[in-house]
């Protein structure tokens, strides 16, 4: 069975700090690593994705991967209360390009 | 203009009726999907559909049946509902071999 874990949270931050949630992941052969967001009663949004070793930024958010690790994460710098919401990671698991396996999701306040 | 849509957005029935679920997408792509997320917010993939051809069936009981009439279209009918059938149904979609999903915006499904 392969999973994707993560930290259910909730993870609370104050305005202006530097949020870090992580992911782990058990399929090796995992190629593709995506970050979404989604707000409580709303959509999953996608707002990042990584493919090879190391960082990636956008804006406020950087997101890493560590294949050796099986570990991704995603830093929110500056957070606002805006990016309260629940951050699901995502893994293109089994080598298909047809299937994204989801972890549980965090919970991140971000308290004003 | 809505990239993914789902109709309905909610739909309340009873155990035993059977109900559909539709999802249109106007960006081209060429890979839908089904997901459930339950009442934990776990996103699990139900169904993915390639071409108009069922790529992955996720061991969901034979009472859920997909149908994509074309590559803009993926409709999902669910006969004889149970009440663990309540939950919100998500339909999303991507290139192939790029599983960048983007969701659409989930039917609330309610059985009573």
């Known amino acids: 069975q392969k999973e994707v874990e993560q930290n259910s949270g909730p993870l609370s931050v104050p305005e202006g700090a530097i949020a870090s949630l992580n992911c782990t992941y058990s399929?090796?052969?995992?190629?593709?690593f995506f970050w979404y967001r989604q707000y409580s009663g709303k959509s999953p949004e996608l707002i990042m994705s990584?493919?090879?070793?190391g960082d990636k930024e956008d804006g406020r958010f950087t997101a890493q991967l560590n294949k050796a690790s099986q570990y991704v994460s995603l830093l929110i710098r500056d957070s606002q209360p805006s990016d309260s919401a629940t951050y699901l990671c995502?893994?293109?698991?089994?080598?298909?390009?047809?299937?994204?396996?989801f972890g549980k999701g965090t919970l991140l306040t971000v308290n004003p | 203009d809505t990239a993914v849509s789902q109709t309905p957005k909610y739909l309340v029935t009873q155990m035993g009726n059977d109900k559909s679920i539709k999802c249109e997408q106007n960006?081209?792509?060429?890979?839908m999907y089904w997901y459930k997320q339950d009442s934990k917010k776990f996103l699990k993939i139900m169904f993915s559909?390639?071409?108009?051809?069922?790529?992955i069936n996720e061991t969901v009981p034979n009472r859920f049946s997909p149908k994509s009439p074309d590559k803009a279209h993926l409709n999902l009918h669910i006969n004889s509902l149970e009440l663990g059938d309540s939950a919100v149904y998500f339909c999303?979609?991507?290139?192939?071999?790029?599983?960048?999903?983007?969701f659409g915006q989930g039917t609330r499904l309610t059985v009573v």
């Open positions: 995502a893994v293109n698991s089994g080598g298909s390009n047809y299937k994204l396996t």
């Open positions: 559909y390639n071409n108009k051809e069922l790529i």
């Open positions: 999303a979609s991507s290139y192939t071999g790029d599983t960048e999903a983007f």
């Open positions: 399929d090796r052969g995992s190629q593709s």
């Open positions: 960006l081209g792509h060429d890979t």
């Open positions: 990584i493919y090879s070793n």
